[in-house]
């Protein structure tokens, strides 16, 4: 039943992620601003709200407040200790010169 659900989701979403990408500047990144991902995620939870119900929608939307946060705190830490490491490096080349 999920599995039916979720691949008439995915379908509703690749069929518009590929109609964005030929449409598309071949510069710009498929997200280029917040304006679309906007966009995109009221799209989804409307064509979501449609396949599931209430209780299922609830389930899955703490399902993404979970993963949202989650992808958060991996790109906080990243960007924090990637970029200590990427300064340091930079740091001794710099002094190395």
Do not use: H
């Not at 030929?22 to 995620?41: E, H, T, V, Y």
């Not at 409307?46 to 399902?63: H, S």
């Not at 993963?67 to 906080?76: F, P, S, Y």
């Not at 200590?84 to 080349?93: A, S, T, W």
């Amino acid at each position: 039943m999920w599995g039916d659900k979720m691949a008439n989701c995915n379908n509703f979403y690749s069929n518009n992620i590929n109609a964005k990408k030929s449409n598309s500047n071949k510069s710009c990144p498929l997200f280029s601003n917040g304006q679309s991902l906007n966009i995109i995620a009221a799209a989804t939870a409307n064509v979501l709200a449609e396949q599931f119900t209430e209780k299922e929608i609830a389930v899955l939307a703490l399902f993404f407040s979970t993963l949202g946060d989650a992808l958060g705190t991996i790109a906080a830490a990243n960007a924090l200790l990637c970029n200590n490491e990427q300064d340091e490096l930079f740091l001794e080349e710099t002094l190395q010169r």
